[in-house]
């Protein structure tokens, strides 16, 4: 099993950033995929940036330019770099983690971090 625990959410204003950190613990396993997604009131969860095992990164619209994933694999973390906040950026975030073994992958969810971004 897999725990995994967002931080680093708050109230920012337009044009701010704001550093995520989401943080997996437990024992024997990898993890391969690290994502973060979002939802905001009323919309479906959607993509914000991935990052794979070797370290390759993929954008979504929302974030490009703006977003930037990463992670340390000592510490089982990711984090998302987001500047230039804007007000639609306001959403619950989500970290997802992809872990297992050689034969056997799950995803796991973190409880969602919020991020507000209002003057």
């Known amino acids: 099993q897999v725990q995994v625990v967002e931080s680093g959410g708050g109230l920012v204003q337009p044009g701010g950033s704001l550093r995520l950190s989401c943080a997996a613990s437990?024992?024997?396993?990898?993890?391969?995929?690290m994502e973060w997604y979002r939802q905001a009131p009323g919309k479906q969860r959607e993509l914000v940036a991935a990052?794979?095992?070797?370290?390759?990164?993929n954008y979504a619209d929302v974030g490009k330019g703006r977003f930037t994933i990463s992670r340390d694999n000592a510490k089982n973390t990711v984090y998302l770099q987001m500047n230039s906040l804007k007000p639609e950026d306001t959403a619950v975030y989500y970290c997802?983690?992809?872990?297992?073994?050689?034969?056997?992958?799950?995803?796991?969810w973190g409880q969602g971090t919020q991020v507000t971004v209002s003057s």
């Open positions: 997802r983690i992809v872990a297992g073994t050689t034969i056997r992958r799950y995803q796991y």
């Open positions: 437990g024992s024997n396993f990898v993890i391969y995929d």
């Open positions: 990052i794979d095992s070797g370290g390759v990164t």
